[in-house]
Nanobody, 120 residues
Framework: VQLQASGGGSVQTGDSLRISCVLS????????VGWFRQAPGKGREFVAA??????NYAESVKGRFTISRDNAKNTVYLQMNNLKPEDSAIYYC????????????????WGQGTQVTVSS
């Protein structure tokens, strides 16, 4: 499966942003899609993932970020509210068959990333 992330941009602290990940095929119930992010000089960090009826969030984004999907559009969204400077990173979406796991090494298909910059 191919993934295309988009919707990043530059915002102020406290602003909201929604990024999208379009898959090249239908999102089957067995497909998990995750969002990860990578800031300069840091490793790739788990943000959120959904698959079947399960959703996982990183502690750092719980209550602020929401992952959702539109099956008709083969698209998974990440709604980000109350953004902070530490949320600045390149955000990647990824897919795997199975549960919405939190380790990037468990995902085998990746999109190209979209930049999110939050200024104070």
């Amino acid at each position: 499966v191919q993934l295309q992330a988009s919707g990043g941009g530059s915002v102020q602290t406290g602003d909201s942003l929604r990024i999208s990940c379009v898959l090249s095929r239908r999102i089957y119930s067995s497909t998990a899609v995750g969002w990860f992010r990578q800031a300069p000089g840091k490793g790739r960090e788990f943000v959120a993932a959904m698959g079947g009826n399960r959703i996982n969030y990183a502690e750092s984004v719980k209550g602020r970020f929401t992952i959702s999907r539109d099956n008709a559009k083969n698209t998974v969204y990440l709604q980000m509210n109350n953004l902070k400077p530490e949320d600045s990173a390149i955000y990647y979406c990824a897919a795997r068959v199975g549960s919405p796991l939190t380790s990037s090494s468990d995902y085998d298909s990746w999109g190209q990333g979209t930049q999110v910059t939050v200024s104070s």
